[in-house]
């Protein structure tokens, strides 16, 4: 397989976890607090935006970075 599917996959990945990770905290969560009784989530446990950004960052790092550039470079 080459580098972009690689890329494409774990863009996607990257999609469907952030996309899971929503639904959890905005409807699942809430609806399952209320049914039985869960304490409320504080701001601390949740997935800052930030580390998404720099999740995708590490993607393209390692998918677009180290491939194309370390080899220009000789690594």
Do not use: H, K, N
């Not at 996309?19 to 969560?29: F, H, L, T």
């Not at 209320?34 to 949740?46: H, V």
């Amino acid at each position: 397989m080459p580098v972009v599917d690689y890329a494409l996959l774990w863009i996607f990945a990257i999609a469907i976890a952030t996309a899971a990770d929503q639904a959890w905290m905005r409807w699942i969560r809430p609806w399952l607090e209320r049914r039985y009784g869960w304490a409320p989530l504080s701001e601390d446990e949740r997935i800052p935006a930030i580390a998404w950004a720099g999740g995708g960052g590490a993607c393209f790092i390692l998918l677009f970075v180290v491939p194309y550039v370390g080899v220009a470079a000789g690594y």
